[in-house]
């Protein structure tokens, strides 16, 4: 005859359960529906302003400046000549552009917003003038610059 080995379990009396997984998976799903619901503002937190209490004042926004150099290094602003034709190649602190700039900037200044510049440039112009151009537009300390360049119409 066979014997028979006999098993003994011991009993235990605590049985447990490991719910760290389950907490876990509960404050996720918690986070979830946090995220993805919204609130909904009640009438009283909602921020409402009387038309008597609204400034009337309205402030249009500044063009930006397009500043133009010919080919014979004549400058215009809007369409207005400045400057005339430049002296010779020589460098020139073109004092008339230079106060048209500066009131340009005020302006700006005054409605809070930046100074914006459109230079356009002759390809066959003297490259001085534009030189000049530049210097004027950084003594003033205007940064913000867009430089193109033109071809006139024969």
Same mark, same amino acid.
């Given at each position: 005859?066979?014997?028979?080995?006999?098993?003994?379990?011991?009993?235990?009396?605590?049985?447990?359960?490991?719910?760290?997984?389950?907490? @876990?998976?509960?404050?996720? &799903?918690? /986070?979830?529906?946090? $995220?993805?619901?919204?609130?909904?503002?009640? *009438?009283?937190? !909602?921020?409402?302003?009387?038309?008597?209490?609204?400034?009337?004042?309205?402030? @249009?926004?500044?063009?930006? &400046?397009? /500043?133009?150099?010919? $080919?014979?290094?004549?400058?215009?602003?809007? *369409?207005?000549? !400045?400057?005339?034709?430049?002296?010779?190649?020589?460098?020139?602190?073109?004092?008339?552009?230079?106060?048209? &700039?500066?009131?340009?900037?005020?302006?700006?200044?005054?409605?809070?917003?930046?100074?914006?510049?459109?230079?356009?440039?002759?390809?066959?112009?003297?490259?001085?003038?534009?030189?000049?151009?530049?210097?004027? &537009?950084?003594?003033?300390?205007?940064?913000?610059?867009?430089?193109?360049?033109?071809?006139?119409?024969?």
């Amino acid at each position: 005859m066979a014997r028979r080995a006999r098993i003994t379990l011991e009993n235990d009396e605590d049985p447990e359960l490991d719910i760290s997984s389950l907490i @876990d998976v509960s404050f996720l &799903l918690l /986070i979830y529906f946090i $995220v993805t619901s919204t609130l909904q503002k009640r *009438e009283t937190d !909602l921020g409402i302003t009387l038309p008597s209490t609204v400034p009337t004042e309205s402030t @249009d926004p500044v063009d930006p &400046l397009a /500043i133009k150099i010919s $080919v014979d290094g004549a400058i215009t602003v809007d *369409e207005i000549e !400045l400057e005339g034709p430049s002296p010779g190649g020589e460098p020139s602190t073109v004092p008339a552009l230079r106060t048209r &700039l500066e009131e340009y900037k005020t302006q700006t200044e005054l409605v809070n917003e930046k100074p914006m510049v459109v230079l356009a440039a002759a390809d066959e112009g003297k490259t001085q003038r534009f030189i000049d151009v530049v210097n004027a &537009l950084a003594s003033v300390k205007i940064q913000s610059i867009t430089m193109t360049g033109f071809r006139e119409e024969q």
